[in-house]
């Protein structure tokens, strides 16, 4: 594609439901990160795959999130039981080699909001 | 984890004047610099980077420099647009890995 997709745009959860947050990365890029970006705040990273390895997942906040990346391409950031904390941007990047020292593109995000 | 400050929060230029956004960083092995700039509601896109081994780089109206001794890296924008308006995010990464921490954000507004 043009660039980095993600869906849906708008997500307005209960609390308590559990969501799932779609990334479609730029075709052939191997590097890809999650980031949440709270009102008036930098994105804080939340996970990182290299292809469909997983290799850091230090930034998620808790053992309701889970991110997965299965054939190395498009991703998914799951989120269970929402709480109102959870209420954010989230952000996907990709990039086309190892890391993020070479140019990282970022998708529109998905603003998510717990009600 | 890494650490970067970002000043000012806010930034209110006439335009035509120029505009200095700066970030300190701890981790001396922090060995590459980008600059972000995210308009409302849409997403963050690269305007400039650098790296440990420069200590200035210009494209046309911005210029970032970097400090390593005092750990220090400044983005500048001169004959500021209205167009410039939008939150600018500094960023760093360590060599030692494969992710970005961003600062804080500044809101850069441009009054015509």
């Known amino acids: 594609g043009a660039g980095v997709s993600q869906s849906p745009r708008y997500k307005v959860a209960k609390r308590g439901q559990d969501v799932a947050l779609r990334c479609d990365p730029i075709?052939?890029?191997?590097?890809l990160f999650w980031y949440q970006q709270a009102l008036g705040q930098g994105p804080e990273f939340l996970t990182y795959f290299q292809n469909e390895a997983q290799l850091d997942k230090s930034g998620l906040p808790s053992d309701r999130f889970f991110a997965e990346r299965p054939e190395g391409s498009v991703s998914t950031l799951k989120i269970q039981r929402t709480q109102q904390e959870d209420s954010a941007v989230y952000l996907c990047?990709?990039?086309?080699?190892?890391?993020?020292?070479?140019?990282?593109?970022f998708g529109q995000g998905t603003r998510l909001t717990v009600v | 984890g890494e650490n970067v400050e970002q000043h000012p929060s806010t930034l209110s230029v006439q335009e035509g004047d120029s505009a200095v956004i700066k970030c300190t960083y701890s981790?001396?092995?922090?060995?590459?610099f980008p600059w972000y700039k995210q308009e409302l509601g849409k997403r963050p896109q690269l305007i400039i980077d650098?790296?440990?081994?420069?200590g200035e780089k210009k494209d046309q109206r911005i210029a970032v420099t970097l400090n390593k001794t005092a750990k220090h890296f400044s983005l500048h924008i001169t004959e500021t647009q209205p167009e410039d308006s939008a939150v600018y995010f500094c960023a760093l990464m360590n060599s030692g890995y494969s992710t970005l921490t961003f600062g804080k954000g500044t809101m850069l507004l441009v009054s015509p």
């Open positions: 650098i790296r440990s081994n420069v």
């Open positions: 990047a990709s990039s086309l080699a190892q890391g993020m020292n070479t140019e990282a593109f």
């Open positions: 075709s052939g890029h191997v590097s």
């Open positions: 981790d001396s092995a922090s060995n590459y």
